[in-house]
């Protein structure tokens, strides 16, 4: 199974495009095991957030990379929670994320 097969059976399914930017962001990471654990899915959703906040936001994919972060920061919870891993999992999420976005206030400013 690839990542593209562990997307098409989430439910319910993601819109083509972001099911396409979504197995390109893991593609390009090296993800292409059978179901991508939570900390992959949200290292990704990490490197796609840190390439949106050095753009500012200005361009008109960023409304897609900010859409495919937000779908894998949501995969990576709901497959932490089916793995019964979700305990500290969020709290890790949220820190994780907080501090990307403390490094892109700086680089901003």
């Not at 097969?5 to 972001?18: I, N, T």
């Not at 900010?66 to 969020?90: C, I, K, R, S, W």
Request: aromatic share 2%.
């Amino acid at each position: 199974m690839t990542d593209a097969d562990w997307l098409s059976k989430r439910s319910p399914a993601p819109p083509e495009e972001l099911a396409s930017a979504i197995r390109d962001a893991l593609k390009a990471r090296n993800i292409t095991s059978d179901a991508p654990t939570p900390t992959e899915l949200l290292e990704t959703a990490q490197s796609i957030l840190e390439k949106v906040l050095k753009t500012e936001c200005e361009t008109r994919e960023s409304a897609l990379a900010l859409l495919t972060a937000d779908a894998l920061v949501t995969y990576a919870l709901e497959v932490a929670n089916e793995a019964g891993q979700l305990a500290g999992f969020p709290e890790q999420a949220m820190k994780s994320l907080a501090e990307i976005e403390n490094t892109g206030d700086t680089a901003r400013k």
